[in-house]
């Protein structure tokens, strides 16, 4: 008899679930936390011992899907194929905000992929609907705002250059400029804002 061995020794598991052969087996492992597939390594096992935690004789079917992880069953019987959005960006259909996908599953209902597009969209259940009344009022808003600021320049320069007429030292120039900002502030004060934002403001002097 040979007293060298060129095989390799496999281990067998019995029905009742311990080893019954000393060798090698091929395994699968999960990440105990999250139960997703990790890879296959080859694991020497003992007579009378087990597995590993964590660690399975029969191997998972690869599907090639980016969107799909390999998970471990609760109650250990199966491999499934999950939903996988990890690394993706959600958005919140409470708020919309934004977040990075750090976990298996599918999606809740306060998440979606779908990306809003302007900051008056709401969640329908399906779909981002745009809010067009509060956009609406929002963008008169703005115009309000704009409208209220240029009418608070043009009543400090015609303050001003109406001051250098009244006193009797104004340039021709100072005269001509009352007259535009005069104008101006016409024009501007018949701007309607509610056409925001389709607005043409007058042509500042």
Same mark, same amino acid.
């Given at each position: 008899?040979? +007293?060298?061995?060129?095989?390799?020794? *496999? #281990?067998? %598991?019995? +029905?009742?679930?311990?080893?019954?052969?000393?060798? $090698?087996?091929?395994?699968?492992?999960?990440?105990? !936390?999250?139960?997703?597939?990790?890879?296959? !390594? /080859?694991? *020497?096992?003992?007579? #009378?011992?087990?597995?590993?935690? #964590?660690?399975?004789?029969?191997?998972?079917?690869?599907? #090639?899907?980016?969107?799909?992880? %390999?998970?471990?069953?609760?109650?250990?019987? /199966? $491999? =499934? *194929?999950?939903?996988?959005?990890?690394?993706?960006?959600?958005?919140?259909?409470?708020?919309?905000?934004? %977040?990075?996908?750090?976990?298996?599953?599918?999606?809740?209902?306060?998440? !979606?992929?779908?990306?809003?597009?302007?900051?008056?969209? &709401?969640?329908?259940? &399906?779909?981002?609907?745009?809010?067009?009344?509060?956009?609406?009022?929002? =963008?008169?808003?703005? @115009?309000?705002?704009?409208? @209220?600021?240029?009418?608070?320049?043009?009543?400090? /320069? %015609?303050?001003?250059?109406?001051?250098?007429?009244?006193?009797?030292?104004?340039?021709?120039?100072?005269?001509?400029?009352?007259?535009?900002? +005069?104008?101006?502030?016409?024009?501007?004060?018949?701007?309607?804002?509610?056409?925001?934002?389709?607005?043409? $403001?007058?042509? &500042?002097?």
């Amino acid at each position: 008899m040979n +007293k060298y061995n060129l095989e390799i020794n *496999h #281990g067998e %598991i019995g +029905k009742d679930g311990f080893v019954s052969n000393t060798g $090698w087996l091929k395994t699968y492992y999960i990440n105990e !936390t999250t139960r997703e597939y990790i890879g296959a !390594t /080859m694991e *020497h096992v003992t007579i #009378g011992g087990g597995l590993p935690a #964590g660690a399975y004789l029969d191997s998972p079917e690869l599907t #090639g899907k980016p969107d799909i992880a %390999i998970v471990r069953s609760d109650d250990e019987q /199966m $491999w =499934l *194929h999950v939903t996988d959005y990890r690394g993706k960006t959600a958005y919140s259909t409470e708020n919309r905000q934004s %977040i990075e996908i750090d976990f298996i599953g599918d999606l809740p209902d306060t998440l !979606t992929l779908l990306e809003p597009k302007t900051e008056f969209d &709401k969640w329908n259940g &399906k779909k981002w609907v745009t809010d067009t009344a509060a956009q609406k009022a929002a =963008l008169v808003a703005d @115009a309000d705002n704009e409208k @209220a600021q240029r009418l608070d320049e043009a009543n400090n /320069m %015609i303050t001003y250059l109406q001051d250098s007429v009244d006193v009797g030292i104004a340039t021709d120039d100072e005269i001509n400029a009352l007259t535009q900002w +005069k104008t101006y502030r016409v024009y501007l004060n018949r701007v309607d804002t509610s056409t925001a934002p389709d607005i043409e $403001w007058p042509e &500042k002097p």
